[in-house]
Nanobody
């Protein structure tokens, strides 16, 4: 059974940095794309960043220049380096992966990790 496990959230002051990690496990043939979404209280879940196997990135305008997505394809993992954090970045961050299991494929979500930016 496929699982996505996230880590790295926490409390940070404005201007600080955090690094989120997500690892996929299970009967995985391939993953494409892999990325991050976030959901603030009372709001919808929105795209933060995604990265394809071909190296194509897609960032939300609000995080461009501050966040960097990367992947370790050998470990089925994705990372999000977040710099210059702002209070409006506060949200639950979810890892997302479209996973090919051989005879089926589909989108999977992690359990979410809380990021709080506050002084």
């Amino acid at each position: 059974q496929v699982r996505l496990v996230e880590s790295g959230g926490g409390l940070v002051q404005p201007g600080g940095s955090l690094r989120l990690s997500c690892a996929a496990s299970g009967s995985i043939v391939g993953i494409d794309p892999m990325g991050w979404y976030r959901q603030a209280p009372g709001k919808e879940r929105d795209l933060v960043a995604t990265l394809t196997n071909g190296g194509i990135t897609n960032y939300a305008d609000s995080v461009k220049g501050r966040f960097t997505i990367s992947r370790d394809y050998s470990k089925n993992s994705v990372y999000l380096q977040m710099n210059s954090l702002k209070p409006e970045d506060t949200a639950v961050y979810y890892c997302y992966a479209y996973i090919y299991e051989g005879w089926r494929s589909g989108g999977y979500w992690g359990q979410g990790t809380q990021v709080t930016v506050s002084s």
